[in-house]
């Protein structure tokens, strides 16, 4: 607890301070310009990896980067996409998925969660990730092999899942949100996107336009 105390402190006496203009119009109110879904995984930090302040991004955060589908019990994930893309406008969202995840492995390794039944009922909503890389990838395939391919179709799949909150599918019927599949490679601090044009994953750029929003749900004409 010291570690983190001192920080505190130090936070307060060296950081705080010399930014007191940003914290003041902070304390009114907050306009981030992106949701951002990460893992709890202690090597995922979204304000570091994207080099963001505070107000610029709104985090969400579990283990597995999970988006369970709406439904009438919806929980504190739904709540939160509620507000950030309703109540709040924030016109992007990151879906962003991490290399050696411990959630995913969960999911490969299911046998091992007897003492985790909770974590075992959480990874269910990733189910559709988990088929798709058993049907694609025989269980003699080396485990980091099977573990990037889940990692990866787990974005694909919480995206999907995304889709299904009314918040969510309204603002992408209006073209007032666009949706970006990310996976961080903790080491290379590399980050692979989906570029939904040419379904597939590609190395994030400069000059990356890659979107992942579902063409099914991109803006069209009714016809009259
Ligand atoms: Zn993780």
Redesign the pocket.
Known sequence: MHRLIDGVLRFQTEIHGKRQELFNELGERQRPFAVFIA???SR?VPELLTQCDPGDIFVIRN???IIPSYGPSSGGVSASIEYAVQGLGIPNLIVC??S?????KAILREDKLDKMPAVGAWIKHAAAAKEIVEARFSPGEAEKKRLNALVHENVLCQLRNLTTHPSVAAKLAAGQLSLHGWVYNIDSGMVDTFDAERQEFVTLTRDSTAQATPKLMVRYQTRK
């Not at 050696?100 to 995913?104: K, L």
């Open positions: 893992c709890s995984d995922v283990a597995g980067n998925g991490h050696d995840c411990g959630a995913m």
